[in-house]
């Protein structure tokens, strides 16, 4: 698997700033402070970025990719903390300036010295920046910070925003300032137009610790963007990478783990839950992966009903399938046994795509973007009116509605599809209160099969047409 990533086009390239130092200095605190929001858990425990998490910020008149990285450590070997430094250690070649973080309040330690030891091979795009220089609590180690040999630090609070300015000011000696005409159509990452065509498919990969999500994710992009190993829940933080699929964008995102709720204890953990329940609120597909040893266990349904509940498209990605039963009555047994608690959990999503493969040898793997996309394009599809009003009266003809506790025919006045992602529409009824629910799920199922749209939610709800010769209200 290749580690390099390919080269960007110097014209368009956005400049690459890193935040490193050791664990527990900051660094998410001042990630989030640059990028505008929350996009990095923040916990008083050290070690909790464990990738490097990417994201636009600006500062002023200055734009570039802000990278928050994992706690420099002295570990060596294929230690966590070791494969962690590494990550760190290839976003510092990679970035254009490096934000040096020190804790003033704790004053410079030897993890600090050792550090900017090693960083003074790159001194010239190095910045020192000591944090947590509010009040006097920090001028001790603001005075420390000197004589790490690698220029004047700037003192900051990345808590209370302060010091920025002059963090603009050591930042605008690397990077060239955007010109005035660019600002005014600053996007929002998280926002985009949901029709743009340069819009990417936000896809998001979910599921229980240690399924291989990080391993998928690395396989699909070719190279190692992730942390993954034998430790279970080793991602913390959503990670985003951004990809192309065949000349498609793609916004890939790893997600932390999830356990079942009663097993969720640490706050940490928490946070890194809530992170993921974000990812998926805002994710287009969401591909939940599930370990072929154990199919469809509990958990894997109840992350697999939060996608669908939030409207989301999704995919069921089956991992290390070469670790199942060579008996092949055996193997057979199991996937229908998934496929059975899916139909019978998930009534109202029938025939949800499920792909099977071993992310960590590939085979199998080039299945899954294909089924991704064709399940995107499920979830974007809009029925036309007229013809959706033309299936209706062949549904009112072929299974007439119910009759009314007062004994009249209901009538199904009109169809509309409002909006779609997931295809939604409004069903127009005379007597919306005692159409009942077994007849609207028949419209949702012929729906489903009569316009196509297997494996994705579809909503159908129901209002009262309104009486043209009731009285207005005023006002």
């Known amino acids: 698997m290749p580690s390099a990533d390919p080269p960007a086009d110097p014209e368009t390239r956005v400049p690459r700033v890193a935040i490193v130092g050791r664990p527990n200095v900051g660094k998410s605190t001042l990630f989030n402070r640059l990028v505008g929001r929350r996009r990095a858990i923040v916990d008083d425990t050290p070690g909790v970025?464990?990738?490097?998490?990417?994201?636009?910020?600006?500062?002023g008149d200055l734009a570039f990719t802000l990278l928050d990285t994992a706690g420099w450590e002295t570990t060596g070997g294929e230690a966590l903390e070791a494969r962690m430094r590494r990550f760190t250690e290839r976003a510092i070649d990679s970035a254009d300036v490096v934000l040096f973080l020190v804790d003033a309040r704790a004053g410079v330690v030897p993890l600090d010295e050792s550090f900017a030891g090693w960083l003074r091979k790159r001194a010239d795009k190095v910045i020192v920046v000591a944090n947590k220089c509010e009040g006097r609590a920090g001028r001790q180690g603001l005075a420390e910070a000197h004589g790490l040999g690698l220029g004047e630090p700037i003192p900051v609070s990345a808590e209370h925003g302060e010091g920025l300015s002059d963090l603009h000011e050591a930042l605008g000696r690397h990077i060239e300032p955007v010109p005035d005409e660019d600002e005014e159509g600053e996007a929002d990452g998280d926002l985009d137009a949901e029709d743009a065509p340069d819009r990417p498919l936000l896809l998001a990969i979910v599921g229980r610790p240690n399924v291989g999500k990080s391993t998928l994710l690395n396989r699909l992009v070719g190279s190692e963007r992730v942390l993954t190993g034998?430790?279970?829940?080793?991602t913390r933080d959503a990670i985003r990478v951004e990809w192309e699929w065949k000349g498609k964008p793609v916004r890939l995102v790893d997600t932390a783990g999830m356990r079942r709720r009663s097993r969720i204890e640490a706050k940490l953990e928490a946070a890194s839950v809530a992170d993921t329940l974000d990812t998926i609120r805002l994710a287009d597909v969401a591909v939940v992966v599930l370990d072929a040893s154990d199919m469809a266990e509990k958990q894997d349904l109840n992350i697999a009903g939060w996608v669908i509940e939030e409207g989301r498209a999704l995919v069921i990605a089956v991992n290390k399938t070469d670790l199942l039963a060579d008996d092949r009555s055996e193997s057979t047994k199991a996937w229908r046994k998934l496929r059975d608690r899916l139909e019978a959990s998930f009534a109202q999503v029938k025939d949800v795509p499920i792909v099977g493969f071993s992310a960590m040898n590939g085979r199998g793997v080039e299945r899954l973007m294909p089924k991704v996309f064709e399940t995107y394009a499920i979830w974007n599809k809009r029925v036309p009116t007229p013809k959706l009003n033309r299936w209706l009266r062949e549904?009112?003809?072929?299974?007439?509605?119910?009759?009314?506790?007062?004994?009249?025919r209901i009538r199904l006045r009109f169809m509309t599809q409002i909006k779609r992602r997931p295809p939604t529409f409004i069903l127009s009824v005379s007597q919306p209160e005692e159409l009942g629910d077994d007849y609207l799920r028949f419209l949702t199922n012929r729906l489903r099969d009569d316009f196509g749209m297997p494996g994705v939610p579809i909503r159908l709800s129901m209002r009262k047409p309104r009486n043209p010769y009731a009285p207005k209200r005023k006002g």
């Open 230 to 234: 034998p430790e279970a829940g080793i």
């Open 49 to 59: 970025t464990r990738d490097v998490r990417e994201a636009p910020a600006r500062l």
């Open 395 to 408: 549904m009112e003809t072929l299974h007439p509605p119910p009759l009314a506790s007062n004994g009249r």
